[in-house]
């Protein structure tokens, strides 16, 4: 028998950013420091570095370890882990996701485990592979977003929050907070006061006017530290929905409005299929506006 090899398989460009890495803790020659990558990719976010300016995004990713075995996250600026809740939420009961003409139809329900077991198992194990995390949380009432918040003020390797506030405001059942303009600021506001880190502001493109929602975020500390200017809200839709096959998201067209109503740097979902995608490349349809460290 020929042809079989024991031992585990290392995809290439996983065995390329190790030797990247190798290269990295070599000593400085001649004074000058090893570069650790060819490309610096390297950005700013609301005041904190990333490596890279991709950024996984909340719920297609799960905690980061179920893609690690398949992708070395250690190529991204950080991870998005799926929004976490007060308390472990089932979700929606099945059949979930059906396909239509155009993609997929998918209600989850923001099932998770709560935010308990993040910071007991997921955040631990994203510490140790050393990759810097974007919590997304959520919840019903504005009292719990404000107390997930609190119990992820300090939490090693919590670089941000992004609120998921595109899920239904038990205190208002007639809208989502992210559909209305004075729900958003009351979150936010509240969430902000919580944290010494960035928070982001996740939308729903789902609204008459995406301006006034994200104006509102703004507004009550979405995208910027306490007590510190920063960047402005990230603005993406939910999951739940239909998804196109090979076709940015209402989302991701929805994503320039809040930029050139506002002119802030920004993060958007999705889509991202080469170097033109990505903001501060030449080809970038937006100029590629972003700070370098």
């Known amino acids: 028998m020929s042809g079989i090899q024991s031992g585990p398989v290392v995809h290439q460009e996983t065995e390329t950013v190790r030797q990247i890495d190798r290269n990295a803790e070599l000593p400085a020659r001649d004074g000058r420091p090893v570069a650790r990558s060819p490309v610096d990719l390297s950005v700013m976010l609301a005041g904190v570095p990333l490596r890279s300016p991709i950024v996984s995004a909340s719920g297609c990713f799960g905690s980061g370890r179920e893609v690690s075995e398949f992708f070395d996250l250690r190529h991204l600026g950080a991870v998005t882990v799926k929004s976490m809740t007060l308390e472990p939420w089932q979700g929606k009961p099945t059949p979930r996701m059906v396909e239509t003409p155009s993609g997929m139809l998918n209600a989850i329900g923001l099932q998770n485990k709560g935010v308990e077991y993040f910071l007991q198992y997921d955040l631990r194990w994203l510490n140790s592979a050393k990759v810097p995390v974007i919590a997304s949380i959520a919840g019903n009432t504005k009292e719990e977003f404000v107390r997930v918040a609190g119990r992820l003020r300090g ?19 007639n809208n989502m907070f992210s559909h209305d303009p004075k729900a958003t600021h009351a979150v936010i506001s509240a969430i902000r006061r919580e944290l010494d880190v960035p928070l982001f502001a996740k939308l729903s493109p789902n609204v008459t006017s995406i301006t006034e929602i994200a104006a509102a975020a703004v ?54 299929r080469g170097a033109p995608g990505v903001p501060g490349h030449p080809d970038h349809r937006d100029g590629g506006r972003h700070e370098r460290p």
Request: charged residues 35%.
């Open 219 to 272: 507004d009550a500390g979405a995208g910027r530290r306490r007590r510190r200017g920063g960047l402005k809200p990230h603005q993406h839709g939910g999951r739940d929905g239909n998804r196109r096959r090979d076709r940015p998201s209402r989302a991701g067209r929805c994503d320039g409005r809040p930029v050139r109503a506002r002119h802030p740097p920004h993060r958007g979902p999705g889509g991202l």
């Open 155 to 173: 939490a090693p390797g919590v670089i941000a929050i992004e609120a998921n506030i595109s899920c239904p405001n038990l205190e208002d059942r």
